[in-house]
């Protein structure tokens, strides 16, 4: 019986993970604090010494949505982020965050974010 309830509950957590909401580069401001899936073209990457920017939807400044990749992080990646998402379709799945009244999504792994 124990070994049934635990089964369950496990479904359950990965069903509930795994139910992000879609939602429309334009729209990511009204999704603030949730996580979600947005896709979209990459239209620069940049990478200072602390941090790697992706912007979606426009170039810098005027992208809706930046995707951060922390300096540290960069190992878990198999290529530069450049190499990878440069002047690419992608989607990126995490939690939307607001930085200074613009919207972010803070990635740490290649799973985190897809070529389509």
Known sequence: MK??????????????SFAQTRVSIDSVNNHIGKTVIVCNEVFGVKTTEKITYINLGAAYP???L???????????F?????????NQQ???????KE?????????????????E
């Open 3 to 16: 070994k049934i309830i635990l089964t369950v509950t496990c479904l359950m957590i990965s069903i509930v």
């Open 62 to 64: 005027t992208s809706p």
């Open 66 to 76: 930046t995707v951060l990749i922390f300096t540290k992080d960069l190992v878990n």
């Open 78 to 86: 198999p290529e530069t982020p450049e190499k990878l998402y440069g």
């Open 90 to 96: 992608v989607c990126v799945t995490g939690v939307l």
């Open 99 to 115: 930085y200074k009244d613009k919207a972010e999504i803070v990635i740490s792994k290649p799973e985190d974010i897809k070529v």
